[in-house]
């Protein structure tokens, strides 16, 4: 029998160092370029309108403008250090992310605990005050994906599809709404739904989950008479400006007031005390009164954008881990922003979701940009014919 003799250690030392270097220098995929951009964008855009936001207020615009640049100078290289995982420690990290998240979810109920117009979804931590949920969504999009992926050959089988997603699901989203917190407890059932659906799983065992969820957010609203009267009342006529609609009322008035171009950057007269939460859950409609359609355009525009590089990412990838997650991230940064959106130009009830990258809230902000580094790091797992090579 031939025998194939080995290169000399010094040899391979030094191949296995160009090869690592090689992988360090090869260019992002246009899928990276296109997420990491919009990420950027929108999270410049969010500080910036966050600054204008508050500059009304008393506190002064220098004390949030702060803050705010303080988590996106931490968030910002975090997600480019998360980019640099490799997928198969995210898949490890997935069960230590849920225990973590829901364990840090759960000192909302301790002395830790704050709770703001009925909600108990913040705790204070050495002078900090954050929201421990935010980071719930982007470890139950990584669970979700990871255990799925385990199941990959029984997906058609209901139980090895519910168990145990559902079940833990449950007891995620639970944590939440017993802080009364509808808002975030949605985006959590959106991201379950998310991953479920660009699993595979078989359309009628998809319909179940989805009932389900809608019938406990149904439950949950009648439960409450100011939930009830939030989700059923008519804002269009103006007929309880001094009640439950004040909020969406000041926000279309200001959206409308913007016209096309808006008024300028810094001249919004919603934010002088007329327009609640206008640098949090409302910073859309000053975005539409101080730079008009035209800015709320290019806020959708650049959503649009992000939206299909992740897209892309689940579209050429052959990992079920990838795909599944990477659904998951999506729906919850998309489909918050739609409905934040939605709220403010009076379409849903008012519900207390930031808008992703753009609200005042370094925790929010925080866990969207680590999201944008998981999405980051799978889209440099595009094979390489993918990235456009020209192959003979």
Not at 269 to 287: H, M, T
Not at 363 to 370: C, D, G, H, R
């Amino acid at each position: 029998m031939t025998q194939v003799s080995r290169p000399p250690r010094s040899e391979s030392r030094g191949l296995a160092a160009r090869v690592s270097l090689g992988r360090l220098l090869t260019p992002p995929s246009s899928e990276f370029l296109l997420i990491a951009s919009t990420a950027l964008l929108l999270t410049i855009f969010g500080i910036i309108m966050v600054i204008s936001a508050t500059s009304a207020t008393e506190a002064g615009v220098m004390d949030t403008a702060l803050k705010q640049g303080m988590f996106a100078v931490i968030g910002i290289p975090l997600m480019f250090l998360v980019s640099r995982l490799p997928v198969r420690f995210l898949k490890k990290l997935a069960w230590p992310a849920l225990i973590g998240a829901t364990a840090l979810q759960l000192l909302v109920f301790t002395p830790l605990g704050i709770g703001s117009d009925g909600n108990l979804n913040w705790i204070r931590v050495a002078g900090f005050t954050m929201q421990p949920s935010e980071f719930l969504k982007l470890a139950l999009a990584l669970w979700v994906a990871f255990v799925l992926l385990r199941k990959q050959a029984r997906l058609g089988i209901w139980h090895h599809v519910f168990i145990p997603v559902v079940p833990v699901a449950v007891l995620v989203v639970g944590s939440v709404i017993a802080g009364q917190d509808l808002g975030t407890a949605m985006v959590l059932v959106l991201v379950l739904l998310g991953c479920l659906f660009f699993s595979g799983v078989k359309l009628r065992l998809f319909i179940l989950p989805l009932l389900l969820g809608v019938v406990a957010v149904l439950a949950y609203a009648f439960s409450s008479e100011n939930r009830m009267r939030r989700i059923t009342a008519v804002c269009s006529d103006a007929s309880d400006y001094t009640g439950i609609c004040y909020q969406s009322i000041h926000a279309v008035w200001g959206m409308a007031n913007g016209g096309f171009f808006g008024l300028g950057l810094g001249n919004s007269q919603e934010k002088y005390g007329w327009l609640p939460a206008a640098s949090n859950d409302f910073i859309f409609a000053i975005v539409g009164e101080e730079l008009g359609l035209l800015g709320c355009l290019v806020v959708l525009a650049l959503f649009t954008f992000f939206a299909v590089g992740a897209f892309h990412v689940m579209r050429k990838t052959s990992d079920p881990f990838i795909r599944v997650a990477t659904g998951g991230i999506t729906i919850w940064i998309i489909g918050q922003a739609l409905i934040n959106i939605g709220v403010v130009i009076g379409v849903f009830p008012v519900m207390g979701v930031p808008l992703p990258f753009m609200s005042q809230g370094g925790t929010a902000l925080l866990s969207v940009l680590l999201a944008c580094g998981v999405l980051l790091a799978f889209a440099r797992t595009i094979p390489a014919p993918e990235r456009g090579k020209v192959t003979e």
